[in-house]
């Protein structure tokens, strides 16, 4: 192998070397960014139930997990978080996504008579048929750790005047 072909090759290796150096410098700088103010990068949730969607879900705590270090939110009760209970119809499904994809997502429900008294919802994820005001724990793992979210809502039946 020839000199000039030899110094091309070094170039080749130090340029790919350099690019690889600055992806994960990159990354580095944008975790650390995060890892300062978790409550703009953590995952953003959504919830619809048949044609309502609820514009407001609030964030109750979280432990995520950054490359630097762990940030921790208190996790605090359903009555220290102001909550509006959307009308929503009976027997409808509750639909709940993220911006990211999570592991696991579990719902709890309660009666607002009981605001603590939360039962896991296992058969489907679906408002009640009984009308009331409930309240609704989402509590969704990711690889980097877990959120907690509260929402209310109000199941009435439809009257249809015909």
């Known amino acids: 192998m020839n000199r000039i072909h030899k110094r091309q090759l070094r170039r080749y290796v130090l340029a790919t070397i350099l690019l690889i150096l ?10 650390s960014i995060d890892a ?13 139930t ?12 979280y432990e995520w997990s950054y490359t630097t270090k762990t940030v921790k939110s208190p996790f605090v009760s359903s009555m220290d ?14 639909l709940i996504e993220f911006s990211t994809q999570a ?9 607002l008579s009981a605001p ?5 919802k296992r058969y489907g994820m679906t408002t009640p048929v009984e009308e009331g005001e409930y309240i609704y724990k989402v509590v969704a793992q990711f690889e980097q750790g877990t959120i907690v979210h509260y929402f209310a809502l109000n199941v009435k039946q439809s009257h249809i005047i015909a």
């Open 22 to 31: 600055s992806g994960y410098i990159s990354v580095f700088i944008k975790d």
């Open 36 to 48: 300062k103010n978790p409550e703009i990068s953590l995952p953003v949730i959504s919830v619809t």
């Open 50 to 61: 048949g044609y309502t969607v609820i514009p407001s879900a609030p964030r109750a705590g």
């Open 81 to 94: 978080v102001p909550l509006i209970a959307y009308e929503v119809s009976p027997d409808m499904p509750i």
């Open 103 to 111: 592991q696991n997502i579990t719902l709890y429900e309660s009666k």
């Open 116 to 120: 603590e008294d939360f039962t896991e």
